[in-house]
């Protein structure tokens, strides 16, 4: 009994990370700047309607139509994630992509390497697990500051756990 309540323990998650990427307008800043935009391109469209320009008038309608791809296909792209836990036993990534689909990548805690690769002006530009002959990028969309906070809080988890012999 004690030896499964220690599988349990050693189970337990040292260090586990939900990175998801971040946009800086929320939902009502989308809409409002959407009912800001629609206004001005109504109405500049519709006077070049009236004076007789009347492509120049659809051509309002179809930047307002792009504009709003546009965030559509961003705020889809948002929904992406990963999910990083390690374990004494485990190390798992989880992604997360925007149609809900999932793959997950799990590696030997000990035998993983997290590999960071950085420009001396930029900082870090990608982050990966390597481990058994596999491979995996992790947070390649994260902005550069929650890269290096990312970075460095897998450091210290993965140290944790290969310390704990």
Partial sequence: MAEGNAETFNDQPVFAAELVPYRSLGGKGFRVLLLITGVICFVHGLFFCITGAWPVGLFFGVDFLLLWGAFA????????????????????????????????????????????????????VSMHVAGEGRRTDIGSFLNPDDRESFAKAMTGALATVRQRI
């Fill in 73 to 124: 296909m961003n705020y889809r792209a948002a929904k992406a994630r990963e999910e990083v836990t390690v374990s004494r036993t485990n190390l798992s990534i989880r992604k997360f992509a925007p149609s809900g689909r999932m793959v997950e990548h799990c590696f030997n805690p000990f035998w993983a390497r997290f590999r960071v690769r950085r420009h001396s002006e930029i900082g870090i």
